[in-house]
């Protein structure tokens, strides 16, 4: 038992650090839609995924060097360390840089004073850091980058990125366009461009390597643009990386029920671990830190909204998401044409009562269960829990 909790709590002391930047509203060029909300959605994943995001959205170039340099500091050291960024985008020259939304780009001396060189952020991710992941949606048409190449006179300037040299370290880089060198990517119709859209689905799937997790991504791009987009991928790690690691064959229910007491005085009490299991509450007590938070303290009820903090469910009741269609899997590897497009009360029979004794066992095995996937995502489980303290009413 004790062996379990402390190869759960070695994989979750694993550091992890995310700068996550989005540029949507542009001064002096047309406002981009979707990357403010791409660089806000994959924030909170990463957050799930146990990162500590630094993030910024629609930042001016001060605003971005001081963000940067923000991250700078808190990613030294980490294990893991993560770069996305959405927005617009240049190459000049085989030089990559994001734009910030005051970025005018007159000419290309106002590179080094209006743009941000996507090596000088990369730079920041390779001190003492063993892996570093970036993810680039910055390949959208650029308006900024004809003016360089036209009126400023600018050679090799263009709005598709340049493809970015791996350097030795660490245990390895992964560097992931959403479209191939020098070519264009879409911004979207949807919520999130192509690319933002299939890394959320993707990126921390359960047991799956990020290797494998962003060749997924690249399947669901080029197939959701018709062949028009294709995600590019530089990758050099030694290592197997995944981000969401559960052992399948681990029980259950975590802790151990305490043997019955021999007097009925003695003073203690049957909490489900082991009295004078020091190492096994310890554990237990790291292992619910990383449980979610709601994003409200006030009580739950089945037909009220509620504030979950995640954007998917946000604002709807237990009452209405148990007839809506699930996020993930109900079951750990079911293929999606099982389940997508399916109701969750009709592949579970839920209803008010049988989710009211399922959210009892949350409470009393909160450690075991809250951290196995759920199908409307684990602040669904969180909020069910908070129900059933208060009686399920």
């Known amino acids: 038992m004790i062996a379990l909790l402390l190869s759960i709590t ?93 970025a005018a780009l007159e000419d290309e001396t106002s590179l080094d004073f209006e743009a941000v060189s996507i090596d000088f952020v990369l730079r920041q991710m390779s001190r003492e850091t063993s892996i570093r992941l970036v993810f680039l949606d910055a390949c959208r048409d650029n308006p900024l980058a004809d003016v360089l190449a036209t009126t400023a006179g600018v050679k090799g300037a263009s709005s598709g990125l340049a493809e970015i040299p791996i350097e030795n370290g660490g245990v390895g880089t992964l ?5 191939s060198p020098n070519q264009l990517a879409y911004d979207g119709s949807g919520d999130h461009s192509p690319f933002t859209k299939a890394l959320l689905q993707h990126i ?14 690249t399947s669901d791009v080029f197939k959701a643009t018709n062949g028009k987009q ?8 030694t290592t197997e990386v995944v981000l969401h690691k559960v052992d399948l064959s681990a029980p259950l229910i975590v802790g151990e029920v305490s043997a ?18 020091n190492g096994d509450q310890l554990a237990l ?19 009220r909204p509620i504030k979950f903090g995640d954007p998917a469910i946000d604002g709807k009741s237990i009452a209405q998401l148990i007839k809506s269609e699930p996020l993930f899997s ?27 004794e399922q959210a009892k066992v949350f409470i009393t095995n909160d450690v075991s ?16 829990a908070r129900w059933a303290q208060s009686g399920c009413q």
């Open 285 to 303: 007590d790291v292992l619910r830190e990383k449980i979610p938070k709601l994003a409200t303290d006030e009580p739950i009820f089945f037909e």
């Open 204 to 217: 921390g799937e359960t047991n799956i390597p990020i290797t494998e997790s962003v060749n997924r991504v």
């Open 260 to 277: 019955p007491q021999e007097e009925a005085n003695s003073g203690t009490r049957n909490t489900g671990v082991s009295i004078g299991q």
């Open 330 to 356: 109900p079951v750990e590897g079911l293929d999606k044409s099982v389940w997508q497009g399916k109701h969750c009360d009709g592949c579970h029979q839920w209803n008010e009562a049988r989710l009211c």
């Open 10 to 102: 070695i994989a979750n002391a694993e550091r992890r650090v995310a700068l996550v930047l989005g540029n949507s509203q542009y001064q002096h060029a047309v406002a981009l839609p979707n990357p403010v909300r791409d660089a806000q959605a994959m924030g909170e994943r990463l957050q799930t995924l146990g990162f500590e995001v630094v993030s910024g959205f629609d930042l001016t170039k001060q605003q971005t060097q001081s963000t940067v340099a923000q991250f700078a500091k808190q990613v030294r050291g980490a294990d893991i360390a993560l770069f996305f960024y959405a927005g617009h985008g240049l190459q000049v020259s085989g030089k990559n840089y994001l734009l910030p939304v005051d």
């Open 369 to 384: 269960v809250l951290r196995l996937q759920h199908p409307l995502g684990t602040r669904f489980k969180v909020a069910l």
């Open 175 to 179: 560097v992931a366009f959403a479209a």
């Open 230 to 237: 294709r995600p590019w991928i530089n990758v050099s790690l």
